[in-house]
Structures are given as structure tokens and as C-alpha cells.
């Protein structure tokens, strides 16, 4: 048999090399996806799968105009890969409450606020106790007040893994998995496409480039058996937000921690985000059943994502995609959208500089 030359060849399929392999296929290119693992099975299958621009923004700029951008996509991306896979991705934008627990953060919570309405973004509004229980009656009566943010929600991310790699393979994408970069066989293809999440760094000298790219623990918690789960996302930091899933399962976030590639959970940590998702709704004493996830976040020094030529290299052959950190979900609509400009047509997004990943030198 001939040997097959492919487009581009993905490496890593998780939410974003899922998401590249689809658009890319959707285009009429010949793609293959490979993963070591399966497919989901590093940070995209331990996500909340929030899509949260406004709260995971901390400034006007690239980042947060990258994630509005993405959001916006997020309806039509998930349809066609429910069309195309048959798998459901459980897209739920039923709104997002930016809670204020205490006096200190309603302050803080009222500044993001402002800083976002000077910067145009007008849909995100005040509510009081009264008003913000009313949107989401779990809250729990702690909360002081909130920001609300109608358009945002959440998707379910493994199910979104699951739907894209079915919907890549019926577009014609070739997929292994279990199959690591340099086992024997070696691959054709135009392009490569490194989207390996937290495992870049290593990845980048076998194509002849670096990647400063670090993993971030992070833990959460699974708990089942709530009586009334939250229908909007409850964010109250970075590192306290609590999701309902469809089928109920509520999940409650995250811890962050430098450590290496060490995935154990932490009974310190499950112990905190039970408390927490406590202080932030109701019924969580009556979960039946609670157990911890964890994946690491791939970050960049900056914490912008890396999108574009792998550095050290002196052709474009190689582009990476990754560097997501907390937000890959989110930016997988955009970083499909705009990797499959660049793998196939060599045309770079207009505002994607911010993202060359050649700007760590
Ligand atoms: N996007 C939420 C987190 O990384 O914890």
C-alpha cells in the first residue's frame, strides 16, 4: 500500500488538537491526530469546561478580546460537531454569577465591572442578594451580591473531546491513539501541529525547537447527589468556582500548584473545595458521593497561549498550539478557527502577534 501523506499531522488530542483535527478535516484536508494517551486524557478530561471571558480576564487586551471572540463561536462550533459526530458536547450558556462573598469583594467585583464597561463590554450588570438569589436559588445566603453575566456558561469537556474526535474522524481525520512521537513508525505530512498541552516543553526538542511551557497542577472536586444543582456557573476567584453538569454532578474548583508533573490529589485540597462549594451553594452537605480530579495546565512564562511557528526553528513546518493554561476550552473554537488558516493557507489571524510563540526568544 502507498504510504499515506498527510495535510497536517496533530499531536495531542485533547480539546484543542481535537478541535484543529475537525476544522481542519471540515476543510477537505487529509489529517491525522495522534495522542500517547487517550484521547482527552490530560487537562481537557479534568476541566470544568468553563467559558468564563469575564472573570478569567484580569485586563483589557489580547487575552480577553481572544476569549470574547471565542465564545461567540462556541454555539456554532459546538453544532457542527454534534452534526458531524453525533456526540452532544453539552454546551450550556445559561449565564455566569461573579458572586461577592463579602463586603471587600462586592468592592472588587463593582471595580472589574467598571474597568469592563470602559472598555466596551456592557453585558456584564450588578445584581444584589435579593436579585442574584433570585437568578440562581442555590446560592447560598452568604453571598452579598454579584456580577452577572447572561452569555457566559460552560460546556461539558470530555463529552467535548468525544464529540470532536468523532466528529474529526467522520470529516475524515485519521486518529491513533496510544501512540507516543518517535515509536518506530515515522509520519508524512505538510505540517505538524504540536498541541500537547502541559508535555511541550519536552515535545519541542524532537522538532528541533524549545518550548518554555510549564504544567500547573490543578484539583477538583466531583461531587454527585445534590438535591437542587446551581443552573448558572458560580464564580467567587480564581481558584473557588462552582459548575453543574447536565446530569447533575456538580463540580467544584480548582486548586493551582507548581509541581511537576505530579497528578496525586491532595485530601487537604478535597477537603477545601468541599468547604468551599459550601459557602457558595446549598446542598453540598448531602452530596452522596465526592471524589477528586487532576490535570495539569500547560502555561506559558506570560500565560498567554502559543499559537504560530515553533521557536528555533527557520521554517514554518512546525506550529504549535498550546499554552492555554486556564482557558483551553474556551479558546478551542478560536485556536481551530485560526490554526487551520495558518497549517493550511499560511495566513496568521490580524491580533494573534500577542500569541507568536517566537515573543519568549
Ligand atoms: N478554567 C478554570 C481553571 O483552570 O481552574
Given at each position: 500500500?502507498?504510504?499515506?501523506?498527510?495535510?497536517v499531522?496533530?499531536?495531542?488530542?485533547?480539546?484543542?488538537?481535537?478541535?484543529?483535527?475537525h476544522?481542519?478535516a471540515s476543510r477537505g484536508?487529509?489529517v491525522l491526530?495522534?495522542?500517547r494517551g487517550?484521547?482527552?486524557?490530560?487537562?481537557?478530561?479534568?476541566?470544568?469546561g468553563?467559558?468564563?471571558?469575564c472573570?478569567e480576564?484580569?485586563?483589557?487586551?489580547?487575552f480577553?478580546?481572544?476569549a470574547?471572540?471565542s465564545?461567540?463561536?462556541?454555539?456554532s462550533?459546538?453544532a457542527?460537531a454534534?452534526?458531524?459526530?453525533g456526540?452532544?458536547?453539552?454546551?450550556?450558556?445559561?449565564?455566569?454569577?461573579?458572586?461577592?462573598?463579602?463586603a471587600d469583594?462586592a468592592?472588587d467585583?463593582q471595580a472589574r465591572?467598571?474597568w469592563q464597561?470602559?472598555?466596551?463590554?456592557?453585558?456584564?450588570?450588578?445584581?444584589?442578594?435579593?436579585?442574584?438569589r433570585n437568578?440562581?436559588?442555590?446560592l447560598?445566603?452568604?453571598?452579598?451580591?454579584?456580577?452577572?453575566?447572561?452569555?457566559?456558561?460552560?460546556?461539558h469537556?470530555?463529552?467535548?473531546?468525544?464529540?470532536?474526535?468523532?466528529?474529526?474522524?467522520?470529516?475524515g481525520?485519521?486518529?491513533?491513539?496510544?501512540?507516543?512521537?518517535?515509536?518506530?513508525s515515522?509520519v508524512?505530512?505538510?505540517?505538524?501541529?504540536?498541541?500537547?498541552?502541559?508535555?511541550?516543553?519536552?515535545?519541542?526538542?524532537?522538532?528541533?525547537?524549545?518550548?518554555?511551557?510549564?504544567p500547573?497542577?490543578?484539583?477538583?472536586?466531583?461531587?454527585?447527589g445534590i438535591?437542587?444543582p446551581?443552573r448558572?456557573?458560580?464564580f467567587a476567584?480564581?481558584?473557588?468556582?462552582v459548575?453543574?453538569?447536565?446530569d447533575g454532578?456538580?463540580?467544584?474548583g480548582?486548586t493551582?500548584?507548581?509541581?511537576?508533573?505530579?497528578?496525586?490529589?491532595?485530601?487537604?485540597?478535597?477537603?477545601?473545595?468541599?468547604?468551599?462549594?459550601?459557602?457558595?451553594?446549598?446542598?453540598?452537605d448531602?452530596?452522596?458521593?465526592?471524589?477528586?480530579w487532576?490535570?495539569?495546565r500547560p502555561?506559558?512564562?506570560?500565560?498567554?497561549?502559543?499559537?504560530?511557528p515553533?521557536?528555533g526553528?527557520?521554517?514554518d513546518r512546525?506550529?504549535?498550539a498550546?499554552?492555554h493554561?486556564r482557558?483551553?476550552?474556551?479558546?478551542?473554537p478560536?485556536?481551530?478557527?485560526g490554526?487551520?488558516?495558518?497549517a493550511?493557507?499560511?495566513?496568521?489571524?490580524?491580533?494573534?502577534?500577542?500569541?507568536?510563540?517566537?515573543r519568549?526568544?
Open positions: 500500500m502507498p504510504r499515506r501523506t498527510y495535510d499531522a496533530i499531536v495531542g488530542a485533547g480539546v484543542i488538537g481535537a478541535a484543529i483535527a476544522e481542519c484536508a487529509a491526530l495522534i495522542d487517550t484521547p482527552g486524557g490530560g487537562a481537557s478530561g479534568a476541566a470544568a468553563m467559558l468564563a471571558p472573570s480576564a484580569h485586563t483589557p487586551g489580547p480577553l478580546e481572544a470574547r471572540e465564545l461567540a463561536l462556541w454555539p462550533f459546538a457542527r454534534q452534526a458531524d459526530g456526540i452532544d458536547p453539552e454546551l450550556t450558556l445559561d449565564g455566569l454569577l461573579r458572586v461577592a462573598p463579602d469583594a468592592t467585583v465591572l467598571r464597561r470602559e472598555t466596551g463590554i456592557a453585558e456584564g450588570t450588578w445584581v444584589d442578594q435579593a436579585e442574584a437568578l440562581e436559588p442555590a447560598s445566603a452568604d453571598v452579598q451580591g454579584a456580577a452577572w453575566y447572561p452569555n457566559e456558561g460552560h460546556v469537556s470530555r463529552r467535548a473531546v468525544e464529540a470532536l474526535v468523532a466528529a474529526a474522524r467522520a470529516r481525520a485519521e486518529v491513533r491513539h496510544g501512540v507516543a512521537v518517535g515509536d518506530r515515522t508524512d505530512a505538510q505540517r505538524v501541529i504540536l498541541a500537547a498541552g502541559a508535555w511541550l516543553g519536552d515535545l519541542a526538542p524532537r522538532f528541533g525547537g524549545t518550548l518554555p511551557v510549564r500547573v497542577h490543578g484539583q477538583l472536586l466531583v461531587l454527585h438535591p437542587r446551581p448558572r456557573v458560580v476567584g480564581l481558584q473557588g468556582y459548575v453543574a453538569k447536565r454532578t456538580v463540580l467544584s480548582a493551582e500548584e507548581t509541581r511537576g508533573f505530579d497528578t496525586t490529589p491532595d485530601a487537604a485540597a478535597t477537603e477545601r473545595l468541599r468547604t468551599q462549594a459550601a459557602g457558595l451553594i446549598d446542598g453540598v448531602h452530596a452522596t458521593g465526592v471524589h477528586p487532576t490535570g495539569l502555561a506559558a512564562p506570560d500565560g498567554l497561549p502559543l499559537l504560530g515553533l521557536p526553528r527557520d521554517d512546525v506550529l504549535v498550546g499554552g493554561y482557558n483551553g476550552v474556551l479558546l478551542a478560536l485556536t481551530a478557527r490554526m487551520a488558516d495558518m493550511l493557507d499560511g495566513r496568521t489571524p490580524p491580533g494573534w502577534s500577542a500569541f507568536d510563540p517566537r519568549l526568544g
